[in-house]
T-cell receptor, first 112, second 118 residues
Framework: GQNIDQPTEMTATEGAIVQINCTYQTSGFNGLFWYQQHAGEAPTFLSYNVLDGLEEKGRFSSFLSRSKGYSYLLLKELQMKDSASYLCAVGTTSYNTDKLIFGTGTRLQVFP | GAVVSQHPSWVICKSGTSVKIECRSLDFQATTMFWYRQFPKQSLMLMATSNEGSKATYEQGVEKDKFLINHASLTLSTLTVTSAHPEDSSFYIC??????????????FGPGTRLLVL
């Protein structure tokens, strides 16, 4: 089966650092994706990890440990506009098609 | 960047009617498109994979006869919710697969269609 877990909600203060964790158990693995989604909008791509380690992209970093089935998204210097849902997704292949399986999503609220 | 559009952006309909949602890739060709459904405060649930020129592949628990998918060209996929009922009210999002030699960011999402069935 496919199982991807994230905390449901998190809160943080403007300027702070927050880490959003994601654990997964899937029947296949082509990579780990993080998306940001503001309410009522489509998800936007943030990061992709396929090898173990940390990928840094400006204020956002993403980490992957394939042996532990674990990833996290690190957001630094939080801004009010970072209030959104953050979706962890695992890339898998089924019937020769690459597809994404999304986690439960984490709603982040940033307070002034 | 790759652009995917959806039409309509929102629709209100009476119970029992059918609703068609279009998903278009505007500046690239997509052999594969995906349809997701998202209920309030929940994550995206993959409904089906739409393949140009062939039948769609549905995820477990998704009724094929209720959610009809047609992928007639490399830039257009349609999802028809047949005999819609209030429990079908949701946010429907499509994505188009732009394979460019690697899996990174190959799915581009449309802006979504909000369906409300009265």
């Amino acid at each position: 089966g496919q199982n991807i877990d994230q905390p449901t909600e998190m809160t943080a203060t403007e300027g702070a650092i927050v880490q959003i964790n994601c654990t997964y158990q899937t029947s296949g693995f082509n990579g780990l994706f993080w998306y940001q989604q503001h309410a009522g909008e489509a998800p936007t791509f943030l990061s992709y990890n396929v090898l173990d380690g940390l990928e840094e992209k400006g204020r956002f970093s993403s980490f992957l440990s394939r042996s532990k089935g674990y990833s996290y998204l690190l957001l630094k210097e939080l801004q009010m506009k970072d209030s959104a849902s953050y979706l962890c997704a695992v890339g898998t292949t089924s019937y020769n098609t690459d597809k994404l399986i999304f986690g439960t999503g984490t709603r982040l609220q940033v307070f002034p | 960047g790759a652009v995917v559009s959806q039409h309509p952006s929102w629709v209100i309909c009476k119970s029992g009617t059918s609703v068609k949602i279009e998903c278009r890739s505007l500046d690239f060709q997509a052999t594969t498109m995906f349809w997701y459904r998202q209920f309030p405060k929940q994550s995206l649930m993959l409904m089906a994979t739409s393949n140009e020129g062939s039948k769609a592949t549905y995820e477990q628990g998704v009724e094929k006869d209720k959610f009809l998918i047609n992928h007639a060209s490399l830039t257009l996929s349609t999802l028809t919710v047949t005999s819609a009922h209030p429990e079908d009210s949701s946010f429907y999002i499509c994505s188009a697969d732009r394979t460019s030699g690697g899996p990174q960011e190959t799915q581009y999402f449309g802006p979504g269609t909000r369906l409300l069935v009265l």
